[in-house]
């Protein structure tokens, strides 16, 4: 595809932004005006997990299209891993405000009886840093390693997946969903791997 | 002359129909000219389903009176996977679930199996509100002003055997009317199951409950009837209850068989045993909110220590959670 720009990129840039707080800004909403349910909590931690899920996905699609011919997608691509980690970050305070009420007792203890929490807190730390080292500056000073340590999006989107899997109580369809969607887009890339090795 | 009071030796004072049932029947029959409306086909989907008034004797104690869950909470925020997983699926979808005409098929261990339909419930038991504590096992909890009468007056009609020991219950399982039962994903093997020990059943407390907040149930909270027990999680408190057996054995039940080492068969609550997924220390009493979780500790028994603590007496409850 080529990508004959009629619209400057910083239309597109915006449109970007604008679709990556929109979820975040109308769940703000939302609860403002009570409109969550009686357990607003609930709600809230189910969908900031699941839009963190929806981005990551989003993210990992980034390469394949760029492979297709759309190079200018991965100027977006920091825009949508900044908000994954934005949104991980929301989910993350939530669990600590409403479900561990900051006990750090509590918290230690939900990290080493609850392997699903350590898994998701897992997958929050290996967004960490790259979160941290998504400026321009950042990528400039650490060269090729830029490109090695942010590798570690498929260890989170894993961890991310096996967290989904383990709060699945009796019906694993949203779980088996994701996973077919995380299986093609890192497949896409073992098969890449594979082929360039040859 | 003494004056004499009239009394027919011919009708045993048990037989003798209680005012409260008595009048009653006007609800009943408010409630089944309905029927006879949508018999005729004059009625809509939407006068089927609205909860009509009861009436019953008001809950001596109040002391939770002031901590009501309010009526808009109890009715959207539900678990009754037949109708989905989410919590406001169950609103949205339990209306496709046709509650009349109703039977509820008891048998087992039982001298006088039989059936009893949805009429017989509604006129033949004294109703009175029981305003509970009712704690789901996923930590957060309602309180909820049931209308019902105890499930113990309903065994007894049955005649138990000695021999019964257990009691199981089945939600109706109508796959064309329960869109959560046609998921291919789901694990569950429907219908829906529960039990009790028989001593459990017959404790005062073990309510089957027709209604809340003074109305008959809406779909979503288990229509027409269903059973309410207090001190346990609330996955054993089964919805739209179509079969009761007496058994000798104890009865499997779905969330044990699904996940035995996260759901026991007695599921008291126990703020000391947690499940393994989360902690059962602490629960949201709903309606909460981001600012003001309403997190509170979990009570022994939800409460309910006091009056049942005695049934499992030299019991190891982390054992039998």
Redesign the interface.
């Known amino acids: 595809m080529q990508h004959k720009a009629t619209l400057p990129p910083w239309c597109l840039t915006g449109l970007v932004l604008g679709a990556c707080s929109l979820p975040l800004v109308l769940l703000a909403t939302q609860?403002a005006r009570g409109q969550l349910?009686?357990?607003?909590?609930?709600r809230?931690m189910q969908d900031t997990g699941e839009w963190a899920l929806r981005g990551l996905a989003l993210v990992l699609l980034a390469s394949p299209l760029a492979r297709a011919g759309w190079r200018g997608v991965f100027r977006y691509r920091r825009i949508l891993g900044v908000t994954v980690f934005l949104y991980v970050s929301v989910h993350l305070l939530?669990f600590a405000?409403?479900?561990v009420?900051w006990s750090g007792a509590?918290l230690i203890?939900?990290l080493k009886?609850?392997p699903?929490v350590l898994v998701g807190f897992s997958a929050w730390l290996s967004l960490l840093p790259l979160a941290l080292t998504s400026t321009d500056k950042a990528r400039r000073r650490l060269g090729r390693h830029w490109r090695s340590l942010h590798r570690l999006i498929y260890l989170a989107t894993l961890l991310a997946w096996l967290h989904l899997l383990?709060?699945a109580?009796?019906?694993?369809?949203e779980a088996?969903v994701y996973g077919l969607i995380f299986a093609a887009l890192l497949g896409w890339r073992l098969r890449r791997y594979r082929q360039r090795a040859r | 002359m003494t004056k004499r009071i009239y009394t027919d030796p011919s009708i045993a004072s048990s037989e003798i129909t209680p005012e409260s049932v008595f009048l009653n029947r006007r609800a009943f029959i408010k409630a089944s000219s309905g029927t006879a409306a949508s018999a005729l086909g004059l009625s809509t989907l939407s006068s089927a389903a609205e909860p009509s008034e009861l009436i019953y004797k008001t809950d001596p104690d109040g002391s939770l009176r002031g901590e009501q869950t309010p009526y808009d909470a109890v009715t959207s925020y539900n678990n009754f996977y037949e109708f989905g997983t989410d919590k406001s699926d169950p609103a949205r979808h339990a209306d496709s679930m046709a509650t009349d005409p109703w039977t509820i098929k008891v048998g087992g261990l039982v001298d006088q199996p039989g059936e009893l339909h949805l009429e017989d419930v509604m006129s033949g038991f004294d109703l009175e509100e029981r305003i509970y504590r009712f704690r789901c096992v996923e930590a957060w909890s309602m309180v909820v002003p049931w209308i019902g009468f105890p499930l113990s007056a309903l065994l007894k009609r049955f005649a138990p055997r000695s021999e019964g020991r257990f009691v199981e219950f089945k939600t109706l399982y109508r796959r064309s009317e329960m869109r959560g039962t046609r998921s291919f994903t789901s694990v569950i093997d429907w219908p829906y199951r529960e039990g009790l020990r028989l001593d459990e059943a017959m404790h005062p407390l073990t309510l089957v409950a027709v209604g809340l907040y003074g109305k008959t149930l809406p779909n979503q909270n288990g229509a027409p009837l269903r059973l309410v027990v207090p001190w346990k999680y609330g996955f054993k408190s089964i919805k739209s209850i179509v079969e009761i057996n007496v058994t000798a054995e104890q009865p499997e039940t779905s969330w044990q068989t699904l996940q035995p080492n996260e759901y026991g068969f007695f599921a008291n609550v126990n703020p000391e045993v947690d499940h393994p997924r989360w902690s059962q220390r602490f629960e949201r009493k709903l309606p909460s909110s981001i600012f003001k979780p309403n997190r509170v500790p979990t009570l022994p028994f939800n409460g309910y220590e006091e009056q049942v603590a005695g049934l499992y007496e030299g019991m190891d409850l982390r054992q039998f959670y």
Do not use: I, K, T
Request: hydrophobic fraction near 35%; aromatic fraction near 12%.
């Open positions: 609860l349910g009686p357990d607003p909590a609930e809230l939530l405000q409403v479900y009420g509590l203890e939900e009886e609850r699903y383990w709060l109580r009796s019906d694993v369809g088996v």
